[in-house]
């Protein structure tokens, strides 16, 4: 109970989160209510304004969809998954709030056991450069095993070549 005000008040006063959405919000991450706002959400909060270039407004909007990125911590989930963005996939700094404002759930992913082994497999076996990947990073979002895998095993079947943004935008029955 002593958090529950001061850590709601921090979504809405600071972060600008909807009121109407607070429910679906703790329904979805109820964890927050025991976060500390000095040591967890406000530098987290701070870091995805900042360094991800959302602003606090973007923040806001972020977390009332996925919440759980404020459960994650800046230096051993979320400055690696930016760095991972930036350096190894090459994306424009300025891409970046559109990106993660469009697929959050790639911040809650692990580089090493996930993000990596996806983009080795799209340049090594799917003959995609970086550029072609950083064009559409959400595709990252797609299990490896279950929808990238099959879908270039089928095309390469077939003979055929699609584009990245392409490859995932059609279900499996197209």
């Not at 709601?8 to 109407?20: H, I, K, S, T, Y």
Request: net charge positive.
């Amino acid at each position: 109970d002593l958090n529950l005000r001061p850590t709601l008040l921090f979504l809405v006063d600071e972060l600008g989160v909807d009121r109407a959405r607070l429910g679906a919000l703790l329904g979805k991450f109820p964890q927050i209510l025991g976060l500390s706002i000095a040591r967890n959400l406000r530098p987290t909060a701070q870091f995805l304004a900042e360094e991800a270039g959302l602003g606090i407004k973007g923040v806001g909007k972020l977390v009332a969809r996925h919440p759980q990125l404020l459960g994650l911590s800046v230096e051993r989930n979320l400055r690696p998954k930016l760095q991972f963005f930036l350096e190894e996939l090459r994306l424009p700094a300025p891409r970046l709030p559109v990106v993660v404002g469009a697929a959050p759930a790639l911040l809650s992913l692990s580089v090493d056991d996930n993000l990596r082994p996806k983009v080795r497999f799209l340049v090594e076996e799917g003959g995609y450069a970086i550029e072609d990947i950083a064009r559409a990073p959400n595709l990252l979002a797609y299990s490896l095993e279950r929808r990238i895998r099959p879908r270039i095993t089928q095309l390469r079947r077939l003979g055929a070549s699609l584009g990245l943004a392409s490859l995932l935008s059609y279900s499996d029955a197209e």
